[in-house]
């Protein structure tokens, strides 16, 4: 390797590693925003997950995804608990959604609609596993409309202020690759 791959190498590394830090400040910061229910959350390190799928593609949002879960759960002490698995599912679920809509919506989604669309599979895969794993009552299913309602609008908040740092990042000429 050339020392100008290194270079962009380490620079890609210290990019992704300051994402990731970001995200967990950010896991962290929504755990402590007082919403009317302990599963409805803001979403603010989706952000992160956006604007790393944009700049860097899918396989760096998955890991950035991850270790934002692992790590903030750690830091947050629910690291193993029902409230970490449901956060993994959900959000593999949902950056799975964000990448496909992306990737195979080729223009016709804002960064809006992918947010809005990984809120709402986020939301469906947690509901599904709780289900299956706590509550074993198909009433439960009952409450996704109330979910999904505020899956919209958590999903429009997180892709109007992903869109915002994607807009400033692009008019700045940063160049993450």
Not at 19 to 39: G, K
Not at 137 to 143: E, R
Request: proline residues 3%; hydrophobic residues 55%.
């Amino acid at each position: 390797m050339t020392l100008t791959g290194k270079i962009q190498t380490n620079r890609r590394i210290y990019l992704l590693s300051f994402i990731v830090a970001l995200a967990v400040v950010l896991h962290r910061v929504d755990a402590l925003i007082p919403l009317p229910n302990p599963w409805i959350k803001l979403g603010l390190a989706n952000v992160m997950t956006l604007i790393t799928l944009i700049f860097f593609g899918f396989r760096d949002a998955l890991m950035v995804t991850l270790l934002r879960v692992f790590l903030g759960s750690i830091v947050g002490g629910t690291f193993l608990s029902p409230t970490f698995f449901l956060s993994l599912f959900g959000t593999i679920a949902a950056v799975f959604t964000m990448s496909w809509v992306y990737c195979r919506g080729e223009g016709l989604f804002s960064l809006i609609g992918v947010s809005v669309c990984a809120s709402y599979m986020h939301t469906l895969s947690t509901v599904v596993c709780i289900y299956f794993f706590w509550i074993k009552q198909s009433f439960f299913f009952n409450l996704l409309p109330v979910f999904f309602t505020f899956s919209l609008f958590t999903g429009v908040f997180t892709g109007i202020i992903g869109n915002f740092i994607m807009k400033q990042l692009v008019e700045r000429q940063i160049a993450f690759k």
